[in-house]
């Protein structure tokens, strides 16, 4: 086996050079053709090992991934395939010659990434080519590989990082250019989804380029920049930078003396004589615990070394083995002004300096909130960070967020504002990501009851809790500390999984958490920590009361779950099982005493310092902002939330419950607030999160339909709203947003927002009366799968009938719609209008499925047809979607996907392809008025989803028109595109 190792080592750093040829040759080249090795024996050899465990096979897997990311790779030529596709593996493969059975074990083990960021640019000068890549690559390569063999992350989870790194460092300025410019841009990733690993990967590329000052500005707080500090020294700076100019390792003075991660050499290893061979020293301005203070040396501490003097510092001959200067620092004003006006003496220095600025959690603090049309000052820390780019001029400026609606509604046109002018790249969802739409339903099909944990996200995560009783609810005392000892109980027992899960497999878990999110203030934190105790206390785990709850616990909940989700890890048989873990993981979480830690500014908890790096956590932290901004909250896997907030990028944040959750997935258990139907001011955080998600979704979505054809500063009118309560951001970081019109074509959209009050439900069914009636004919298409795990072809019935383009558009402008869904559908009228006056769309197929749970009843002036019974998502609001099964029939009838035979379809699809379709469904408001047996058309809602032929727009892509502060244009595709 030891031969078999070698073999495919040295067979893989030849394709590597030169592209894929047959494996089996290649490792036969080295063991030789006496005993010309098999195909049986090298699928034995990847069926005993993985990327983890094996480096062979290791380098196997990151060759295939750096295959699937190449573009115009000279061994497809001519093209054949794209990249990052089945496809793209499926030519390698058959270059490789390998047989069936080894193919499918390497798509088990090394599958394909499918990963890709979407870019939003200006034109840009391309000077970061191949060559560029590789001159001077150093710190890169070395972070690479910390990722893969430290880290243990995936090949084609690195190919990913670093196709997505280069696509940004791509779009800022060469540092070695004569020419001073200055870019700005906005990379836009997940809520705990590896955004450090993305802008650590960025500086390190930025450092091979020849970015000699790099300033990382993160949150606000010490807790997260200091994390962020030990993650760019441990996994970038490296052994060998941070040891320079120490006395001893063991010094009080140096910060990571005693560090676990320092003594089992888990920080990154550049080599003692990395400098020798010229490249370049990183020193650090600020230390783990010391945010910027003064330069400590003086203006000596950044000095600019030529080794050339007679050329600028910018010269290749300069800046190559020039020392770099790294400074990780709080949002705060007064720090970023001290380091301004450190560097303000340096002069005609700084014009010749290369400076890259990391703005983490950009949309915090960052963004001016004062209204420049009402006042020319800026907020103090905004205004701190445009005078540093002021400093600067050879600055690039790229931010980082999860949340980006507030960078958006920076006005475009104020130059020296924070405004992402130059690119937006919205990275794609990680592998093994577990983020908002993991813990929703989102295209559940409502005919089907949520009663399998193992479709349903809702059944196996989410608990409900009330109100705190003292928040003007009917909640008592008892009922909270009855919700707080349920979610303890969880904690308590998923962590005994955990311990089970080490027994059996070779899975650790340093942390495991449980988060308590309830309020911002202090004294709140406390008086939950006091309860929290009590609860625990009360909780009595070594009683056998304590077994039989647990015990329940597991039969009910865990056990179902656990058995549905797991995937590759151990369940155990029965809860006796889980007998002494539980004994295991109790010792754990009491092994200081106290079960609790609370995480917030105020001096006595700060006793207590949170520190993930150093320790191992098995506690239940209790916080507010502390918990809910950047900082990453490691192990976390019960969270209890009940916090309310009115603007969506806040919500979002403090959403530490997404994140990577490598081996306990399915012990994920969220206890957040759903207040009963009749409470005096009903507040539904879940349901609040899911529209908080299709906004996410919508605008990245849009974001990919508009990549080639839109550039930043038309990007703010495509940020969408589902909830009329909670704006993407604040009201003072939105005066910039102007409505836009859009529309696309080939594409079911639901429009589920109609009038909520009488006149608007009656306006609204005179008005699709004549849409309703059309709809005579039954027909039969071909259903949607709606569940992945359905195999089979299944059909829907449904009433349809063709309603010609004037009478489509007469009742679409006629409708009444709650106030706040005219941002959505306003725009939407007037794309169809004008597709209806141009007869790019002559009529509409009206389609009025017929359901299996559907009530009868009789309908003004159409007789008997079937309801439905749906609730708004939120009072005052939008319905749920359209079921998942009807939307691709529609789409093909729109002419989309023709291909897959669906002869209704085909039967229903016009001769010119100028025919949209309309789903509708109807329901009743209130719920229970669909029992009254005649209906009242003040009580019904019809429910619209519409859909464009895809001739509608040229090449079936998207339509845009904006209005941005006063400055308007049209973006189709008839615009030349960009080319990435």
């Known amino acids: 086996m030891t031969d078999l190792n070698s073999a495919l080592l040295f067979a893989v750093g030849g394709l590597r050079m030169s592209g894929p040829m047959p494996l089996l040759g290649a490792m036969n080249g080295l063991r030789g053709q006496n005993a010309p090795l098999t195909t049986e ?244 301005l600020t230390l783990l ?107 690039q400026l790229v931010m980082y967020t999860a949340t980006p609606f507030a960078n958006f509604f920076v006005d475009p046109e104020d130059a020296s504002d924070i ?78 999984i955990k311990v089970y899960r080490e027994q059996h497999h070779s899975v650790r878990f340093r942390h495991h958490t449980m988060m308590i999110h309830e309020a911002t203030k202090t004294a709140d934190h406390s008086k939950m920590a006091k309860l929290v105790r009590e609860v625990w206390k009360e909780a009595s785990f070594s009683s056998p009361d304590a077994l039989d709850r647990l015990q329940h616990l597991w039969n009910k909940d865990f056990e179902p779950v656990c058995r549905a989700r797991a995937g590759d890890y151990p369940v155990p048989d029965s809860f006796e099982d889980l007998i002494e873990p539980l004994g295991e993981a109790l010792r754990r979480i009491t092994t200081v005493g106290d079960a609790v830690i609370v995480v ?24 507010g902002a502390k918990l809910s901004r950047g900082f990453t909250v490691e192990g976390l896997t019960v969270s209890f939330y009940t916090r309310k907030a009115l603007q969506g990028d806040t919500m979002m944040q403090a959403g530490r419950w997404f994140g990577f959750r490598p081996g306990y997935r399915d012990l994920v258990r969220l206890f957040i607030r759903r207040d009963p139907a009749d409470a005096k001011q009903r507040m539904d955080l879940y349901e609040a999160f899911e529209g908080l998600m299709r906004d996410e979704m919508a605008f990245r979505e849009r974001l990919r339909e508009y990549e080639d054809i839109l550039e930043p500063w038309q990007v703010p009118p495509i940020v969408s709203q589902h909830l009329p309560y909670l704006r993407p951001t604040a009201p003072n970081k939105m005066f910039n947003a102007v ?64 309603v010609d383009g004037d009478t489509f558009i007469n009742a679409l402008t006629a409708l009444c719609w709650h106030t706040d869904a005219h941002e959505v559908v306003d725009p939407v009228i007037n794309f169809y209008r004008d597709k209806v006056k141009r007869g790019q769309i002559e009529d509409m197929l009206v389609v009025w499925p017929i359901l299996t749970n559907g009530v009868n009843c009789q309908l003004p002036d159409l007789g008997e047809r079937q309801i439905i019974t749906r609730k708004r998502r939120l009072t005052r609001y939008d319905f ?63 429910l619209t989803s519409l859909v464009a032929p895809i001739t509608a727009t040229p090449d079936g892509k998207p339509f845009i028109e904006w209005t941005v502060k006063g400055k308007a244009g049209e973006a189709t595709v008839d615009k030349p595109a960009k080319k990435n």
Not at 297 to 315: I, N, Q, V
Not at 327 to 339: R, S
Not at 612 to 623: A, Q
Request: a negative charge.
């Open 289 to 395: 615990n010391d945010d910027y203070m003064r330069l400590k040396h003086g203006l000596t501490s950044m000095e600019l070394h030529r080794s050339d003097p007679g050329k600028p510092f910018y010269d290749p001959a300069n800046l190559k083995t020039a020392d770099v200067r790294l400074v990780v620092v709080k949002k705060n004003d007064k720090v970023l002004q001290k380091l301004a006006d450190d560097l303000a003496p340096l002069k005609q220095s700084l014009n010749e300096l290369p400076a890259l600025i990391i703005d983490d959690e950009s949309d915090l603090a960052s963004i001016n909130t004062k209204n420049p049309r009402k006042s020319p000052e800026r907020t103090a820390i905004n205004k701190a960070i445009t005078g540093l780019l002021a400093r600067l001029p050879r600055a």
């Open 600 to 623: 917030n500014s105020d001096a006595e908890a700060e006793q207590y310092a949170l520190d993930f790096d150093r320790d191992k956590v098995w506690r239940i932290l209790i916080g």
């Open 880 to 942: 749920p979607g359209s079921d998942p099964k009807h939307r691709d029939a529609l789409e093909r009838i729109s002419g989309k996907d023709t291909r897959i035979d669906d002869p209704a379809a085909n039967q229903w699809r016009h001769p010119r392809g100028h025919r949209g379709a309309l789903l509708v469904y109807v329901t009743t408001e209130p719920v229970e008025a669909a029992h009254t047996g005649i209906l009242d058309p003040a009580d019904i809602v019809v």
């Open 41 to 284: 024996e090298l699928f034995d050899f990847l069926d005993a090992h993985n990327q983890q465990d094996n480096k062979a096979v290791r380098e196997l897997a990151i060759t295939l991934a750096e295959w699937d990311f190449a573009r115009n790779p000279p061994w497809d030529q001519p093209a054949t395939t794209d990249p990052r596709t089945v496809q793209r593996r499926r030519r390698m493969y058959d270059l490789l010659d390998l047989s069936q059975p080894v193919v499918d074990r390497l798509d088990h083990i090394a599958p394909v990434s499918v990963m890709r960021p979407t870019v939003i640019s200006e034109k840009w000068n391309s000077w970061y080519d191949e060559d560029r890549r590789s001159q001077w690559s150093f710190y890169w390569p070395h972070y690479r590989d910390y990722l893969l063999h430290k880290r243990g992350w995936s090949a084609d989870s690195v190919a990913a990082l670093d196709q997505a790194t280069t696509d940004v460092v791509g779009r800022i300025s060469d540092p070695a250019s004569e020419h001073q410019y200055q870019s700005k841009g906005l990379v836009v990733g997940y809520v705990q989804s590896g955004k450090t690993a993305n802008f650590t990967g960025v500086i390190a590329k930025a450092i091979d380029a020849g970015y000699r000052l790099i300033i990382v500005m993160t949150g606000t707080i010490e807790l997260l920049r200091s994390q962020t500090q030990r993650r760019l020294d441990r996994e970038l700076v490296g052994r060998e930078n941070l040891v320079r100019g120490i006395k001893s390792e063991a010094s009080t003075d140096f910060d990571y003396a005693g560090d676990e991660d320092w003594l089992n050499k888990n920080f990154v290893e550049h080599g003692e004589d990395f400098e020798t061979k010229g490249y370049p020293v990183i020193k650090r």
């Open 419 to 496: 405004y992402p002018k130059n690119f937006v790249i919205a990275l794609d969802r990680p592998a093994n990501y577990m983020g908002a739409a993991d813990f929703h339903d989102v295209d559940w099909n409502s005919e089907d009851k949520k009663t399998d944990p193992a479709t349903s996200n809702e059944l196996a995560y989410i608990r409900r809790v009330g109100p705190p009783p003292d928040d003007d609810s009917t909640s008592s005392d008892g009922e909270r500390r009855q919700e707080i000892r349920d979610a303890v109980d969880s904690f308590l027992l998923s962590g005994a």
């Open 739 to 802: 409505v836009n019109t859009m529309g696309d074509s080939g594409r079911l959209k639901d429009y589920y927002g109609p009038a909520d009050k009488e006149p608007g439900r009656r306006a609204n069914y005179d008005a699709l009366l004549p849409i309703l009636t059309a709809a005579q004919t039954e027909a039969k298409f071909v259903s949607a799968r709606s569940r992945h795990e359905l195999e089979h072809r299944s059909y829907f019935t449904a009433r349809v009938g063709i």
